[in-house]
């Protein structure tokens, strides 16, 4: 079945630093792929998506590019700030008409200023 | 809009009671799920319902049961409480039609507790 294999954390880094979460995945077909974000105390939101291969998404000076030959999906942001801090989920959403998706453990970043 | 909405925010349960989370979405979606998370596990699917009238087990949904009471509403009842229970519970919903993208908005979440 689906599944997303996402690197472990927590992270923490200083603010304006570099930022890379892998993320790979394992799926038939030509899933979406999804990152969300978690803030403390609060619900998932969307960061950014890509529904084909080599598309990249963008969001907040977040990126990431669906590549089809490696099945990678890394986030990537080149300097971060203290409200970066949360945790962010790799996902993927499958070729059926359920619509659900698959998520990643989620990594902890924690920024200090 | 208020999105996702669910109640409680917070519940501690004994183990052995029951008790019933609420969902409700006013984005006129057809596909809702319920999720679990727990530390190290990311979120996993207990129950969803693609379309209103439609529910199906997802990936942990020993446990529990849902009920898609209308094309707003999806609750998910625990009918016996076990501690490994204890988690926070999301639920989101989707416009769930192909022509769509099919973002998933999640509600706040409501973290339960099982002593």
């Known amino acids: 079945g689906d599944s997303v294999t996402q690197m472990e954390g927590p992270v923490t880094l200083s603010e304006e630093a570099f930022l890379t979460i892998n993320c790979t995945y394992t799926?038939?077909?030509?899933?979406?792929l999804f990152w969300y974000v978690q803030y403390p105390g609060e619900g998932l939101q969307l960061l950014l998506k890509?529904?084909?291969?080599?598309d990249k998404g963008s969001n907040k000076g977040f990126e990431a590019t669906y590549r089809k030959e490696t099945t990678s999906f890394h986030l990537e942001k080149g300097s971060v700030q203290v409200s970066d801090s949360a945790v962010y989920f790799c996902?993927?959403?499958?070729?059926?008409?359920?619509?659900?998706?698959?998520f990643g453990a989620g990594t902890t970043v924690t920024v200090r200023a | 809009n208020a999105g996702v909405t669910q109640t409680p925010k917070f519940q501690v349960l004994k183990t052995g009671q029951s008790m019933t989370l609420q969902c409700a979405q006013d984005?006129?979606?057809?596909?809702m799920y319920w999720y679990r998370q727990d530390p190290g596990m990311g979120l996993r699917l207990i129950y969803y319902?693609?379309?209103?009238?439609?529910?199906d087990k997802g990936e942990v949904p020993n446990g529990y049961n849902v009920s898609r009471l209308n094309k707003r509403e999806f609750s998910l009842r625990l009918e016996s409480a076990a501690p490994s229970q204890t988690s926070v519970y999301f639920c989101?919903?989707?416009?769930?039609?192909?022509?769509?993208?099919?973002?998933?908005?999640f509600g706040p979440g409501t973290r339960l507790t099982v002593l």
């Open positions: 984005m006129n979606h057809n596909s």
């Open positions: 319902s693609a379309s209103e009238g439609t529910t």
């Open positions: 996902a993927l959403r499958g070729v059926a008409n359920d619509y659900k998706l698959s």
């Open positions: 989101a919903s989707t416009l769930g039609h192909q022509s769509s993208y099919n973002e998933q908005f």
């Open positions: 799926a038939t077909g030509y899933p979406s």
């Open positions: 890509a529904t084909k291969a080599d």
